[in-house]
């Protein structure tokens, strides 16, 4: 879908290299330019195969790799002559540092004047934290986040950096805006993704509903107030999730305690009958196999999912016949699990984009003498 557009990729860790994935998954030719001699630092973290770093691998399918020592004269002409041919540049460099190598903005445009420069940081460019080091669970401390996520009043992490995922996606999102207002205007443009600005957006919808009408007393319980919606079954977890009076009322037949609905009725508290549902609930479902319930609610046709490990939703007959993972073949790995890019197109699934590059695997001037794009044309 995006064949013909060539973007280069400075960025480390999971943010920017995200979403030059998304877009290598969507068909960009994406060219990831590594610091010799280790490349990106994503590469040394986490769990490693055979040396390799899982994490970096997996976010980074799709793409071609080139070391370029950018704090060098060679090195900076050489990234010029490949920002010349490129349509974006994704970049999470801390703010400063691009100018601190002389990649100006001016340097730039001269180099391209049609080049979306995309600038991944944690609080934008201006601000008293603008030129801070930053990470995902910061973020989430500064935002709010770990504080609403707490339950029995100590706040906490959400364990997957979700800061990046979502900065990765307006980040991508972001770049197809900008590339289509340069189809209308016919120059370049720099877009700005403060991952602080994208945890705020992302939180507000529904977690800052108490913050919205700024003439109304607030009355939405904190999270900290409620209890897990993960309810203890006589093997396992699941949660149930009736979302309206008619779903509620099937939810507490099904489990044989019509009664229910009307005690629920007469509390006024959100949080005291949100707590009150669940704990009856998990009164109830204690006394039978997560199997049993997941029947009698789906007869009843009320919303409800067993609590899946990572290895059970792998085999998920819905994953399976979804196909939502595929399996491939790779040295010297051997057998390589990918998950799919999250869409189907007239019914079908994008093609398999190329395996994770190993660092430095393509020269400059194989990308230079590759096919055009769409900078270069009229």
Known sequence: ????????????????????????????????VEQPPKGDGMRAYGRKV??????????NHGKRSVMMDLTTELGRSEFLQLIATADVLIENWRIGVADRLGLTEEVLQQANPRLIRLVISGFGPTGPRSTQ???????????????????????????????????ATFSALSILAALRARDRDGVGSRVDVSMLDVSAFMNFPDMLDAHTFLDHIPSAPPMSQLRTEMLKTADGFL??????GSQLKRCLNAVGHPEWLDLLRSIDDAAESHNAFHNMMESALVAQPTTHWLIVFGEADV??????????????????????????????HGRIRRVRFPIRVDGERLPSSPMSPVPGSSSLAAILHSNSNIAQQD
Request: net charge negative; proline share 8%; charged share 15%.
């Open 239 to 244: 949660t149930v999730a009736p979302a309206s």
């Open 50 to 59: 055979d040396g390799t770093g899982v994490h970096a691998f997996n976010v």
């Open 133 to 167: 080091p930053v990470y995902d669970q910061l973020i989430q401390a500064w935002s709010g986040l770990a504080h609403a996520n707490g339950r029995g009043g100590d706040p906490s992490f959400i364990l997957s950096p979700i800061i990046d995922k979502e900065t």
């Open 1 to 32: 879908m995006l064949g013909g557009l060539r973007i280069v990729e400075t960025a480390n860790w999971i943010s920017g290299p995200l979403a030059g994935r998304m877009l290598a998954d969507l068909g960009a030719d994406v060219i990831k």
């Open 303 to 332: 919303p409800v999912a067993p609590v899946l490990s990572f290895e059970q939703h792998l085999v998920d007959p819905q994953v399976v016949a979804s196909d939502t993972y595929e399996d491939l073949t790779s040295d010297p």
